[in-house]
Nanobody
Framework: QVQLVESGGGLVQPGGSLRLSCAAS????????MGWYRQGAGGQRELVAR???????NYADTVKGRFALSKDIAKKTLYLQMNSLKPEDTGVYYC?????????WGKGTLVTVSS
């Protein structure tokens, strides 16, 4: 059983910051391949940032230098710190986990960047 619950979304002005959280029930959270994806106005779900099972991070080019991925192993929580937010960052952000070729998703949290 994999349970992923996102929180932290909301309305923020351009240039502002938000921190998203993903509480995970994953058994071996410390080495789990996990990340954040978003579905914007275009309708496609795209990678924002992720940890591989080895801990290597990947960021979308559009968020490099602005977003930072982190995790708290004890709390089994994945975080996404989002700074210098832009209107184009608006969308539903999903926490995702991959295990043996199977992808698992949370229900998402809405981020709206607008003045």
């Amino acid at each position: 059983q994999v349970q992923l619950v996102e929180s932290g979304g909301g309305l923020v002005q351009p240039g502002g910051s938000l921190r998203l959280s993903c509480a995970a029930s994953i058994t071996i959270f410390s080495i789990a391949a996990m990340g954040w994806y978003r579905q914007g106005a275009g309708g496609q779900r795209e990678l924002v940032a992720r940890f591989s099972s080895s801990g290597v991070t990947n960021y979308a080019d559009t968020v490099k230098g602005r977003f930072a991925l982190s995790k708290d192993i004890a709390k089994k929580t994945l975080y996404l710190q989002m700074n210098s937010l832009k209107p184009e960052d608006t969308g539903v952000y999903y926490c995702g986990h991959s295990h043996l070729g199977t992808n698992y998703w949370g229900k998402g949290t809405l981020v709206t960047v607008s003045s």
